[in-house]
């Protein structure tokens, strides 16, 4: 299983293309990999502790908690880190 995690906040543009991107890759993916992807999405206005890290880098994705990239994501770059997640489980 692979768990994504989008950070952003409300009226964010690019959070918006973030969460297409991903929506589209996971889309794409076979259905017994897709099935196992859990999307969690995370606001910097709901916590502090967030903002003070990515406020300025939003939207950030991570794959398990590793940080896959900011600002604009790269959907192969999303579908090897999901895909390479699934192949450790």
């Not at 606001?43 to 398990?64: G, M, N, R, T, Y």
């Not at 604009?72 to 699934?86: Q, Y």
Request: a negative charge; charged letters at 30%.
């Amino acid at each position: 299983m692979a768990t994504i995690t989008l950070i952003g906040k409300d009226g964010c543009h690019l959070c918006d293309v973030a969460r297409e991107v991903i929506e589209a890759v996971v889309a794409d993916l076979p259905d017994a990999v897709a099935d196992a992807v859990e999307l969690t999405e995370l606001s910097i206005q709901d916590d502090p502790a967030l903002f003070e890290l990515w406020w300025e880098k939003i939207p950030v994705v991570l794959v398990d908690d590793d940080v896959l990239g900011h600002w604009r994501i790269s959907p192969h770059r999303l579908r090897e880190a999901i895909l390479a997640a699934d192949r450790q489980a």
